[in-house]
């Protein structure tokens, strides 16, 4: 089993590698919160740095040559991701419930549509102290570092 | 005056090309599909090709150094973007009312947080048939080419 602790719950690697055929495609969104064709990736274990996530991959997991990779995160009641800084910028758009965004010292209100913009080397971690799961889109470029974890 | 009947909707030029300071930043959603801090951009002009849609750049005019632009798109009852092709994709998540979408020569609904990827040199065009805004993401390649027109 791969140690997860250190990953970030956006850097988490896919589990599946396949490449399916460089076509159009139409992803319908379901009311639980899934699309229709994308599969849905379970993080239940929890590590001693984050705690559970769950994540879809919209764009980047299926032969699209885009710069970038669209992400769905959902983290549980209680949930959090990894305390840590990488090079590479975070786009967070709240689709799902709301949720909060330590971003260096400061903390913020991450509410239904509110897009988040984490420049490089920022440390960070969202979380979820409500009752409902917050869920975020998660926009990243295709090529990027792999994260640093920081210390609180 | 900037001829605009053959830009598509997704490439009309930024009016400003201000560069502000690279900082983290939080975009505020409001209830009438604004963000706090985001510059609304009106093209009621009709032209012969496409019209009634207003734009805002969330992501791409403000000095990120992200690979990818994400833009919000809106389009007013009847109203449609020109129908033209590039080598770029788009990918397009509806996020207020519906609209439709002509891919190629097929036609597909677009609803709520349903996620749309279209291949590099597919003829596509956005509508809005419905009584209600058709509100949208479009995520594209910071780097992308000019959109070509295609006769229907």
């Known amino acids: 089993m791969t140690d997860k602790r250190h990953l970030s719950?956006?850097?988490?690697?896919?589990?599946s590698s396949r490449r399916r055929a460089h076509r159009n495609r139409h992803y319908a969104f379901k009311s639980d919160y899934t699309w229709k064709?994308?599969?849905?990736e379970r993080y239940k274990?929890?590590?001693?740095?984050?705690?559970?996530?769950?994540?879809?991959?919209?764009?980047?997991?299926?032969?699209?040559?885009?710069?970038f990779h669209v992400r769905?995160?959902?983290?549980?009641?209680?949930?959090?991701?990894?305390?840590?800084?990488?090079?590479?910028?975070?786009?967070?758009?709240?689709?799902?419930g709301q949720g909060r965004a330590r971003v260096n010292k400061k903390?913020?209100?991450?509410?239904?549509l509110d897009l988040l913009y984490?420049?490089?080397?920022?440390?960070?971690?969202?979380?979820?102290?409500?009752?409902?799961p917050f869920g975020f889109l998660c926009i990243v470029n295709a090529r990027r570092d792999r994260p640093v974890p920081v210390k609180k």
Chains 1, 2 share one sequence.
């Open 9 to 15: 719950s956006c850097e988490i690697p896919l589990r």
């Open 107 to 112: 903390t913020l209100v991450v509410k239904y």
């Open 72 to 96: 769905y995160f959902e983290i549980q009641p209680g949930g959090f991701s990894s305390f840590e800084k990488h090079k590479h910028e975070h786009v967070v758009i709240g689709i799902r």
């Open 118 to 132: 984490i420049k490089p080397d920022t440390p960070h971690r969202l979380s979820n102290p409500h009752s409902e």
């Open 45 to 67: 274990q929890k590590g001693d740095d984050w705690s559970d996530i769950i994540r879809q991959v919209l764009i980047g997991a299926s032969g699209e040559t885009t710069r």
């Open 37 to 40: 064709g994308v599969k849905v």
